[in-house]
């Protein structure tokens, strides 16, 4: 059986760093801070987009080479933008359930490859998932279903359940044809019964038999 999980949001709450990663971006072009409120409204469609709404909303516009100047610093500061970061409760022992009970794990995120490889090798997640498809490793990202089809080939034809947190999320397995399990206390903008799920839950302790019920 493949469990397939996103990663801000869903494993881990990086909504501090992300914000202070986003700041510091700014203040580089000397412009004003966002609130954490705001940053983390701008998070779930990849890096790119998260520059673009950051620089929108501190500059009122988009000004292309500022645009790129951004990014790149972005970039660099995302990397190693992880000391705030928390393990959602319950997380680890969910993952090590699963894991003894034979399921293949698997990462989709919109993170890009470097910032997430660097997130998991700082909670000590290096060897927890057999594949991890990021933001940057396809030309296209969630709610493409490409990404999550990609992690799913890569991992065998058992059956499958797809975990994140968010309206995205919720597109990319509908889009994907995959049961989704929708953990409610994450980066969602939307009340639950309004995003397409097949099980919610608010704690991690009761993903294993969650996914179990999904994969029949």
Known sequence: MRAIFDLDGTLVDSALDIHAAGNR???????????????????GHGAKVFVDRLERAAAGTNDPARTERMRARFAAEY??????????PGVET??????????QLGLCTNKPLRPALAVLAHFGWSDMFEVV??????????????????AMQAL????????????????????AR????????????????????AEAFDDWSALPAIAQRLAR
């Not at 498809?133 to 990609?150: E, F, H, M, Y």
């Open 156 to 175: 065998d034809d058992s059956p499958l359940v797809y975990v994140g947190d968010s309206e995205v999320d919720a597109r990319t397995a509908q889009a």
């Open 94 to 103: 969910a993952l090590a359930t699963l894991k003894a009970q034979g399921w």
């Open 25 to 43: 971006t700014l203040a580089a072009e000397g412009l004003p801070p966002v609130t954490p409120k705001q940053a983390q409204g701008f998070v």
């Open 79 to 88: 990397e190693i933008a992880h000391d705030f970061s928390t393990v959602y």
């Open 178 to 197: 995959v049961p989704f399990a929708l953990y409610t206390l994450g980066y969602r903008k939307s009340p639950i019964d309004q995003i397409p799920h």
């Open 133 to 150: 498809i990021a933001g940057d490793s396809l030309p296209v990202t969630k709610p493409d279903p490409a990404p999550l089809l990609a």
